[in-house]
């Protein structure tokens, strides 16, 4: 029956239907997902979920504090020696010249622009009694080498989108001959993120392709045949976007540039995993049948079973992420899941079409002859096989205990979070410029605590919370009421806004607040932001990789109606992934030299590999399945291994090269979890696959299927015992 299905999608006028169908879909979703930067949320606060109490602290300030402010700081440091009056009066013209020039900025109550001869003077009013008193930060280092002037952009609910612009027309106007100029705060932070990530995701695509067809000229040797997995691939990227693009409009879907650019790696390195092993399946039938119809529906009926199951496991994996404390990891996994199952949905459609319609010239120059031999049945896999059929209780033991000691490197990982400085692989304006505050003994006003409590105690709290030397001016901060019989106050921090020393800052100030008795006091504020979100990822580590663990092992005893090989297989991609993880974070501390790692990386990078490693493991162990029941399992696995070594070890590479692409972009994140996810898969097809299960295989024979009929089945003549 399964075959008669896919006879039909692609029979001799049904591959017309199926390839019309699909160019009218992908033209309607590849207008939309063109749009998809209209509804990405790139805030920090929106990854965060509602119980979080940097959360409720935004939530609360909504009325006071507008979320979409974004304090920015134009930091002036002196080439040599200190800032001159000269240079304070230009900076007092340069702040007249950007209020009436820039659009975007806050100019409600006051300068929009606050300069450093500003504040002195404001400060000098309020002394006299001429202003109200408030808090007016300190804008001159000590020294008097670093100077800063503050501002805030709002430019509305999208407006972390739109700075890079406004960024540009500042620094043009901010030169000064014997000073650097920076722009800094967390508008400079958002003009550099959205700078870098400008027109990259067009060059990561391409250059991701550029990688992939490479490996499929390699693969195939044929001028031809690597166009038909590509545009099948290029498909399904610009139809998944579109999908996207309407759950995030229509569904609240959270995307973000971080899922926009995984989405696009996962689907066409998946995508060409799912085409490489349909065109290798169709090449074996067009050997053993004439007309080529017939030849694409037996493919279809043998390979979709493994490619079906492999899409379910990567999508109900990602879907796992939906359990998630934190918003961004939440959103990530529906959005890489539609990915998948569009994926999976052109593969196994357009793409079989795509293949009958050109007929057998499209593998020119080794077209896959009616009646010809197959060739990988003595091929290099078919040694490597013959070989691990010696000992192969020996060398599983061997290839367990190796990966077991890599996995030991995991102990240098430090996933405690990065500062703004250690985040990036390149240095930018926004950096620069904190790191000549911090030098030079300056608070960067834009960081700041902020804390919210009941009226009669706010003054108790503010106490408590000024003991800690690392806040700015505690004393002068003003307390503002917020209704309801509550208030609040802020203070800077002398910190990093994402480094541990703020965290530490953070901490202590809660603590300092949560003692005071009645005052329900809480504590937010940017820092607290970075510093909820790493308390998140470390909850969703503990939730969402047990549970990724059990939703894959289900899935695996399903399709190969087992008990043990799903178990042993689990073992093999935990073990991959120790290694992968181990090896990586040995990189990162002596080759890359990062100063660690993103609390959410080791989860991202778990997700990524188990989802993914255990599809190569899938695609041989029902290879072996269908195998058994002619041959046995040890002969069937030794058929599987050479049917499937090719044409694995060809995917693992196409995937492997489209996560390493992620290095290409200046963040360490990114370059961390393609590294480590490029490595993992190169382990899980070199190594796992070909290795380690296929020893496994051999060692144990029938007994691999338990509790299943196929170990209950009387010995076939062919198994015979291998020494172990």
Not at 406 to 411: I, P, T, Y
């Amino acid at each position: 029956m399964h075959r008669q299905i896919a006879g039909k999608l692609t029979g001799p006028v049904t591959k017309w239907i199926v390839l019309a169908v699909s160019l009218i879909a992908v033209v309607g979703l590849s207008s939309l997902g063109a749009k998809l930067g209209d509804v990405k949320n790139n805030e920090a606060s929106s990854w965060l979920p509602g119980s979080a109490e940097a959360t409720k602290v935004t939530d609360a300030l909504s009325k006071d504090v507008d979320p979409n402010d974004i304090p920015t700081l134009i930091v002036y440091q002196a080439k040599s020696g200190k800032l001159t009056d000269a240079d304070f009066k230009a900076m007092d013209a340069q702040a007249v010249e950007i209020e009436a020039k820039i659009d975007g900025l806050v100019k409600e109550g006051g300068p929009a622009v606050l300069t450093p001869n500003r504040a002195d003077q404001l400060r000098a009013a309020m002394e006299a009694g001429e202003a109200p008193k408030a808090f007016v930060p300190t804008l001159k280092s000590p020294d008097g080498e670093v100077a800063y002037s503050y501002f805030t952009f709002n430019f509305g609910k999208d407006g972390w989108n739109k700075i890079p612009e406004p960024a540009d027309e500042i620094r043009d106007l901010t030169k000064m001959d014997g000073v650097n100029v920076y722009l800094g705060g967390f508008g400079g932070q958002a003009s550099d993120f959205a700078s870098s990530f400008e027109g990259s995701h067009t060059s990561l695509i391409l250059i991701t392709l550029g990688v992939v067809i490479l490996i499929l000229l390699f693969t195939y040797r044929s001028p031809t045949l690597w166009l038909l997995p590509i545009i099948s691939s290029v498909v399904a990227f610009q139809a998944s976007g579109g999908v996207v693009y309407l759950l995030a409009k229509y569904a609240d879907l959270t995307v973000n540039d971080q899922s926009q650019y995984i989405l696009g790696i996962l689907v066409i390195g998946a995508g060409t995993d799912y085409a490489l092993l349909l065109v290798a399946r169709y090449r074996e039938e067009l050997r053993t049948h004439e007309d080529r119809h017939e030849a694409m529906a037996f493919a279809l009926h043998r390979a979709a079973p493994a490619i079906i199951a492999s899409a379910a496991t990567v999508a109900i994996g990602l879907l796992c992420l939906t359990f998630a404390d934190l918003n961004s990891t939440a959103g990530l996994g529906p959005v890489l899941a539609v990915g998948v199952a569009v994926t999976l949905l052109v593969m196994v459609t357009l793409l079989p079409a795509l293949l009958v319609i050109f007929g057998r010239w499209i593998f020119w120059p080794k077209r896959p002859g009616f009646g010809s031999v197959e060739p990988t049945s003595t091929g290099m896999w078919a040694r490597v096989g013959q070989r691990i059929k010696v000992r192969p209780r020996a060398i599983w033991a061997t290839t367990a205990v190796i990966l077991l000691i890599a996995s030991l490197g995991m102990v240098k990982l430090n996933a405690t979070g990065l500062s703004t400085e250690d985040s990036f692989t390149q240095t930018f304006d926004s950096v620069t410029a904190q790191k000549a505050l911090f030098a030079h003994d300056l608070a960067d006003n834009s960081n700041t605590v902020q804390v919210v409590a009941n009226d009669d105690k706010i003054e108790a709290v503010k106490a408590a919370v000024g003991r800690s030397n690392a806040i700015a001016d505690v004393e002068s901060a003003t307390i503002k009421p917020l209704g309801g019989g509550r208030s609040w106050f802020e203070a800077s921090i002398t910190e990093d806004v994402s480094s541990p020393k703020a965290f530490d800052i953070v901490k202590d100030a809660r603590a300092a607040a949560h003692a005071i008795d009645g005052a329900d006091a809480l504590v937010g504020g940017g820092a607290a932001l970075y510093l909820d979100t790493k308390i998140a990822a470390d909850r969703d580590n503990k939730v969402i990789i047990p549970l990724v663990l059990i939703v894959v092992f289900v899935i695996l005893m399903l399709l190969l109606r087992a008990l043990l090989a799903p178990l042993l297989l689990m073992v093999t991609v935990v073990l991959s992934f120790g290694a992968a993880l181990g090896i990586s974070s040995l990189i990162f501390r002596y080759i890359f030299d990062f100063a660690g790692a993103d609390p959410g990386f080791p989860l991202f990078a778990f997700v990524f590999l188990v989802a993914l490693g255990i599809d190569y493991n899938i695609f041989l162990m029902t290879r072996v399945r269908e195998e058994t029941a002619k041959h046995g399992t040890r002969k069937g696995s030794l058929v599987a291994l050479s049917s499937t070594g090719g044409v694995i070890t060809s995917a693992g590479l196409v995937l492997a090269a489209t996560f390493a692409v992620l290095g290409t972009l200046p963040f360490v994140f990114l370059a961390e979890l393609g590294t480590t996810v490029a490595l993992g898969v190169l382990l899980d097809t070199l190594i796992v696959r070909s290795v380690l299960v296929t020893a496994l295989n051999l060692d144990l024979g029938g007994k691999i299927w338990w509790p299943s009929k196929l170990d209950r089945d009387p010995p076939i003549a062919e198994e015979t015992p291998v020494n172990a």
